[in-house]
């Protein structure tokens, strides 16, 4: 495979895919429960929302440790700021698609 499509593969995914996933993750999450007249982010289901942020998060931060970047320290930071810009940013989402299924806090 070429390297810049690859490259670029991974910045998609990193960028756009991670959000959209989750987004459409926690949707759909609501309209399967409501449907049934529960929430579906309650404690006995919890593990659910931590397994799909996490699982995620890390496939996003694995496609940012993939760039081709030479500098092993600028890598790191690009790393460490994606988790941590996209950690907060899922949870936006998530709160954001929660709210626009009714279950506003």
């Not at 926690?26 to 799909?52: H, I, K, M």
């Amino acid at each position: 495979m070429n390297r810049t499509i690859r490259s670029v593969g991974f910045a998609v995914w990193a960028a756009f895919a991670v959000p959209l996933v989750f987004a459409t993750y926690v949707t759909v999450s609501y309209r399967a429960a409501l449907r049934n007249g529960s929430l579906p982010f309650l404690p006995p289901n919890e593990w659910r929302w931590d397994t799909a942020y996490f699982v995620l998060l890390a496939s996003g931060i694995v496609a940012v440790a993939f760039l081709p970047i030479s500098r092993r320290w600028l890598r790191f930071v690009l790393v460490a700021l994606y988790a941590t810009l996209m950690g907060f940013a899922l949870l936006f989402v998530s709160f954001s698609m929660s709210c626009a299924s009714g279950d506003c806090l």
